[in-house]
């Protein structure tokens, strides 16, 4: 499929120019990708918008053992584009551009973006979740500055120093052996008196020794001036604070959802994760929402796998049944 | 103007520089910190950022994808 991508003022102008699509995806993780591959092989006219990188999320994750297919592992980024090079295969086209606001009331229903405004039949968000912050105090000024939420893409600044991890879940266990590569030392700051993390990682940090969990504990400040040079902690229930003299901090205590830009015409719970019935259709009619950014008790790249087929055959039977 | 980003290999704001660079007809060396290591000790100590991307641009610095930024000080339309 051969187009080019215009603003719609252009359209009356220009030959070829497309600004009506009968689906548009916005996002391109694992979910939109998928979407994009089952709406492409249905021939259905389809457009993905992406304000980063095909991919998604995962482009940032160290390495990927529990997507079926890899039995020895895959690198997120590796996975995020072999699944962009096979949507592309089926005609779907990635533009990179953001979404900046959404009009669900109209038909055809307007997406307008950096580049212009589009119009679709049907939407699927499948615009995923970043990482959470603390929200303590020291946090923001400190970000870039010792504190990350990216442990592939600043782990070469650590390089010998002593850093924590806060949150022992999957990705804070996943990405501290990454980090352990690097870095000296490192202590994960769990809250909960355990970690929830796959026993196969812990054991895995075990291994490895220069690891310490510290579980029942919770950050409560960055220490710092132009440069991180500490983390003040507290243990949960006896209200003994302590400093610890760290280099770098890597945060992974969750997620929120990318869909501030829908704030008010779609229903969201209070943390912004978008409502879905089983088939995936949001409180409006024609939008269906996919993978991490709607309320669902799994976030994981099989699931958004899943989600964005499922999503791609309700589109497709809504189209027909119009 | 010489133009200097400092990248590592699966930061998805370092690809957002690169491509947006690359579209406007910029030309910059590429410091993968994954491939340099010890570029990073030198980034840190120069201009105390731990993350990446930052492009150097002549005298100035720009943390992260900042395109007003890129633009104003690369002159980029």
């Known amino acids: ?91 779907v086209r990635t533009e990179n551009v953001e979404v900046t606001g959404v009009d669900f009331e109209a038909r055809p229903m307007i997406v307008e973006t950096m580049n ?44 010998g120093e002593d850093i924590v991890v806060v949150g022992a879940g999957n990705s804070g266990i996943q990405e501290s052996l990454y980090l352990s590569k690097f870095a000296r030392s490192i202590r994960i700051i769990e809250f909960l008196d355990h970690p929830t993390a796959e026993r196969i990682l812990l054991d895995r940090i075990k291994e490895i020794g220069k690891i310490e969990l510290l579980l029942s504990h919770r950050v409560t400040r960055f220490i710092g001036d132009d440069r991180l040079t500490g983390v003040e902690v507290e243990k949960r229930d006896f209200n003994q604070k302590r400093i610890l003299d760290v280099k770098g901090a890597f945060i992974y205590v969750g997620l929120v959802p990318n869909a501030g830009f829908l704030k008010g015409s779609i229903d969201m719970d209070k943390e912004g994760f978008i409502e879905t019935n089983q088939e995936l259709k949001s409180s409006k009619e024609g939008v269906f929402a996919a993978g991490d950014v709607r309320i669902t008790s799994l976030r994981q790249v099989a699931t958004a796998i899943g989600d964005g087929a499922l999503a791609a055959f309700k589109v497709r039977q809504y189209l027909e049944g119009r | 103007m010489r133009v200097l980003v400092y ?71």
């Not at chain 1, 993780?29 to 092989?41: D, K, N, S, V």
């Not at chain 2, 910190?33 to 610095?61: C, D, I």
């Open chain 1, 1 to 91: 499929m051969q187009f080019t991508l215009k603003r719609k003022s252009e359209e009356t102008s220009s030959e070829g120019v497309k600004s009506h699509f009968e689906a548009v995806i916005i996002g391109a993780g694992p979910a939109g990708l998928t979407a994009a591959i089952y709406l492409g092989r249905s021939k259905i006219d389809t457009v993905i918008f992406e304000k980063m990188v095909p991919g998604g999320y995962i482009v940032s994750t160290d390495w990927i053992e529990n997507y079926p297919g890899f039995p020895d592992g895959v690198s997120g980024e590796e996975l995020g584009g072999l699944f962009e090079k096979q949507s592309s295969k089926f005609g």
């Open chain 1, 116 to 159: 212009g405004s589009y119009t679709a039949s049907a939407i699927i968000v499948a615009t995923g979740t970043k990482s959470k912050k603390l929200g303590v105090p020291g946090e923001d000024e400190l970000i870039g500055k010792g504190i990350s939420l990216c442990a592939t893409c600043d782990a070469p600044f650590f390089e």
């Open chain 2, 7 to 77: 990248t590592s290999s699966s930061c998805p704001y370092c690809k957002k520089v690169k491509n947006f660079l690359r579209e406007h007809g910029v030309t910059f060396k590429e410091i993968n910190l994954n491939f340099h290591r010890s570029a990073a000790r030198e980034l840190k100590e120069k201009t105390g950022q731990t993350g990446v991307p930052v492009t150097l641009a002549g005298n100035y610095k720009i943390v992260g994808f900042d395109e007003n930024k890129l633009r104003r000080i690369l002159r980029i339309k």
